[in-house]
Nanobody, 124 residues
Framework: QVRLVESGGGLVQAGGSLRLSCAAS????????VGWFRQRPGKEREFVSGISWSDGLKKDADSVKGRFTISINNAKSTVYLQMNSLTPEDKAVYYC?????????????????WGQGTQVTVSS
C-alpha cells in the first residue's frame, strides 16, 4: 500500500521560500504520478503542480508558474515542491497525492492516495 508523507511547511515572510517534501513508500513508482494540491482558507482544494515519475513530465497551475518548481529525487523516493516568491495568497494546507498511472491529473478525484497535509503560512 502506497504511503505519502509531507513535510516542510511552516511560517515564512512574503517574498520568502519554502521547500515541501513528499516521501513515498509502498511500491515501485515507474508508472506513477504525484500532484501537489492546496486548500486555502474558505476555498476548495486546488491543483498546484504535478509530475510524472517515469518521464519527469510536469504541469503547473497558472497561479504558480515561474515561482514553484516540482521535482523528484528517485534515490529517496521523494517529490519536492520548491516554492519561491511566496505571497499571503499562497497560505494554505498543502497536500501531495498519488495515482497509479504516469498521467498527471489536475482534478483531485483522480488521485487515490493522499498525504496528511502540511500547513504553509505567509506573513505580509
Amino acid at each position: 500500500q502506497v504511503r505519502l508523507v509531507e513535510s516542510g511547511g511552516g511560517l515564512v515572510q512574503a517574498g520568502g521560500s519554502l521547500r515541501l517534501s513528499c516521501a513515498a513508500s509502498g511500491r515501485t513508482f515507474n508508472r506513477y504520478a504525484v500532484g501537489w494540491f492546496r486548500q486555502r482558507p474558505g476555498k476548495e482544494r486546488e491543483f498546484v503542480s504535478g509530475i510524472s515519475w517515469s518521464d519527469g513530465l510536469k504541469k503547473d497551475a497558472d497561479s504558480v508558474k515561474g515561482r514553484f518548481t516540482i521535482s523528484i529525487n528517485n534515490a529517496k523516493s521523494t517529490v519536492y515542491l520548491q516554492m519561491n516568491s511566496l505571497t499571503p495568497e499562497d497560505k494554505a494546507v498543502y497536500y501531495c497525492a498519488g495515482r497509479g498511472t504516469s498521467l498527471i491529473a489536475t482534478n483531485d478525484v483522480a488521485y487515490d492516495t493522499w498525504g496528511q497535509g502540511t500547513q504553509v503560512t505567509v506573513s505580509s
